[in-house]
């Protein structure tokens, strides 16, 4: 295009309103200045693009066969900024691709699934991939884009923030205690009791950690996921430690005890540097950030007082 051709897009706008409304009294009062405004606008414009858009009939102004093709072309070009500007905001932002998320089996068995589904529902072109290997995945490496799991602190490389402390008690099941005697819970000596302990692959948690220093007698049973110990727990073999997100949400069991302080984590939701700025791992972080932060009392072990017998 030469530079007499160059389109003024804000006359385009009073092009666009005369040929909606078909006369220029019309489109001023749509767009809120007078006539003469628009008189000079379309002029203007028709005379650096050297075409004749309009006739100017008794009846009004009317396209010209060249003023239809500009038309439909403007109009598209409108709807195409107002679709931008539309997605920009966010209001219709079609997040699509996979995103990867790195999780412990606990928090997927508890709080997480719902606020996946909530996720989904507003962003369904976005295929969740969930591993919940309680190795942390690299997410230097892009294992995954996305963590959300208990820690010590914040591993290097990685942003994200810390959304709640995460309180662990002791758990039995109803039968358990009836069986064992145990009307008042508060009197209970652990180191008589029967204890479902963690294997190998968890020998380095917090929980096991405590179990190893508080318990004198062996385990009765080993597991190697807390989800397993929960399951253990709640048959009545014996009483086990969980993060009271778990334990408090699963019906067969009840909390023994305060929360121990020694076991309480972090909750972090954490992701690669590099990849934060990404839409759907942003969206998703702040989606899930928040959500996760309204279950702070849970994760932090309060419980509402029917609960905590």
Known sequence: MHSHHRIDWEDLRFVLAVAEANSLAAAARVLGVNHT???RRVGSFEQKLG????????SGYTLTAGGEELLAVARQMAETV?????????QDLRLEGSLRITTTDTLMASILPSI??????????????????NALANLSH????????????????????????????????????????????????????????????LASTSVARWMRATLSS????????LVTAREAAAAGIGLTALPCYLGDTTAGLVRVGPP??????ELWLLTHEDLRRTARVS??????????????????????LERSR
């Open 37 to 39: 405004t628009v008189l």
């Open 51 to 58: 075409v004749r858009l309009f006739d100017r009939l008794p």
């Open 82 to 90: 107002t679709e931008l500007e539309r997605r920009l905001t966010g």
């Open 116 to 133: 996946l589904a909530a996720f989904q529902q507003r962003h369904p072109g976005v295929l969740l991939e969930v591993s919940t290997s």
């Open 142 to 201: 892009r294992d995954a884009d996305v963590a959300i799991r208990p820690a010590v602190d914040s591993p290097d490389a990685l942003v994200g923030r810390r959304i709640a402390s995460v309180a662990f008690a002791v758990y039995a099941s109803p039968a358990y205690l009836r069986e064992r005697g145990l009307a008042s819970i508060e009197k209970i000596n652990y180191a008589n009791e029967r204890w479902i302990g963690l294997g190998d692959a």
């Open 218 to 225: 062996p385990a009765v049973l080993l597991c190697d996921s």
């Open 260 to 265: 121990v302080v020694e076991m309480t984590r």
């Open 283 to 304: 969206a998703f972080s702040e989606f899930a950030g928040q959500a996760l932060a309204k279950q702070r009392p849970l994760l932090e072990g309060h419980l509402p």
